[in-house]
């Protein structure tokens, strides 16, 4: 009987430590498992409430003014020379020489297009950058071949000569940038055509298979030339319930393809800054804000390898002036004010400089 009872006692002993093992276990397991539980909750609420910041990218208008690197139309005496007829090289292979240039040496006609048919230093529309009073007028009626007309969306160009201030251009080493002011009218003054109006844009190189249809070396692997840029384009109304509006519109992606910015609408119009920046990884940044402030990071609108490509010189930057060439419908007018091109010192020109300045 003793033994009996020994036994059941031993029993029971066991299996009342079996089960307080067996709940202490399970409530481990519940305790662990309901703390990942929190632990992801809290991971989540945390990943969820963490704001997404742009990567900081080199802003134009970085670094210092390139010395004959700008201009402000300031000076009295800054005047337009227009070599009539002029050139349309892209239209029928004619570049009628001598090209039409500024007095100060600072601009001159697009040899492949022609210049815009008004060059000329205005007073400014609207109060813009503090302390200046005059900005350029750009427009253009006949924007194709001289003589004809075409009934084509033509654009003439005025290009920056970037020569006099940076020889055979910037290199992206150097990080350059170019800011422009550019005053949008009422939308009662624009040229009432659907589709580009006005360009901002840069001349770039860098080596990779070359596709320009005329080019003597087309398929090889060599120097190619690339325009980026952006593009004002008109948005017209019907008169009833959709009003007159534009947008930016960014060249290009990694196919050369167009990319739509912001949209502008009336309450919008009036001055912008549009700049573009070149880092030393072959990127093209591009910026654009109303107003006439300096540009920041708030006003990054992409950042992109046109074509694929990866920038390695800017060689200058110009200004599209678009029309319907149909003869009698002049472009809208633009008004440009203080283009400037910028570079970020590199440490061992600093240093250089400073030592021979000792």
């Not at 007018?333 to 000792?358: C, E, G, H, L, Y």
Request: charged share 25%.
């Amino acid at each position: 009987m003793a033994q009996l009872l020994n036994r059941i006692f031993l029993i029971l002993v066991i299996t009342g430590y079996s089960a307080i093992l067996l709940s202490e276990k399970g409530f481990s397991e519940e305790t662990a498992a309901s703390s990942k539980v929190g632990q992801s909750e809290k991971t989540s609420d945390a990943q969820q409430k963490i704001p997404v910041v742009k990567k900081p990218v080199l802003v134009p208008g970085t670094g210092n003014v390139i010395k004959n690197g700008a201009d402000t139309f300031e000076d009295e005496n800054w005047k337009w020379y227009h070599r009539h007829p002029k050139s349309s090289r892209e239209q029928d292979e004619r570049m009628r020489s001598p090209l039409g240039k500024s007095n100060n040496g600072l601009w001159f006609e697009g040899p492949k297009r022609g210049t815009p048919d008004v060059v000329k230093r205005v007073e400014l529309p609207a109060a813009g950058l503090e302390g200046s009073t005059h900005g350029l007028l750009v427009a253009t009626l006949r924007a194709g071949i001289p003589g004809r007309v075409t009934y084509r969306m033509m654009q003439d160009d005025l290009i920056f000569n970037m020569s006099k201030a940076a020889g055979r251009g910037l290199s992206v080493a150097d990080n350059p940038s170019v800011v422009t002011r550019v005053y949008l009218p009422p939308f009662a003054q624009w040229e009432q055509r659907n589709g580009a109006s006005f360009g901002f844009r840069c001349g770039c190189t860098t080596h990779a298979i070359i596709t320009g249809k005329k080019h003597p070396d087309k398929g090889d692997f060599g120097v190619e030339e690339y325009w980026p840029g952006m593009f004002i384009c008109f948005e017209p109304g019907d008169g009833k319930e959709k009003s007159d509006s534009a947008h930016l519109r960014v060249r290009g992606d990694r196919r050369g393809r167009g990319m739509r910015g912001p949209t502008i609408t009336e309450k919008d119009l009036g001055w912008w800054t549009l700049g573009m920046s070149f880092s030393r990884d072959g990127k093209v940044h591009y910026f654009a804000s109303p107003g006439v402030e300096d540009l920041s990071m708030n006003d990054h609108l992409t950042s992109q390898n046109p074509y694929g490509y990866r920038t390695e010189w800017v060689k200058t930057f110009f200004y599209n002036v678009c029309s319907q060439d149909d003869g009698k419908t002049w472009s809208t007018p633009w008004v440009i004010d203080d283009p400037k091109t910028f570079f970020v010192r590199r440490q061992n020109m600093a240093k250089s400089s400073r030592r021979s300045q000792r």
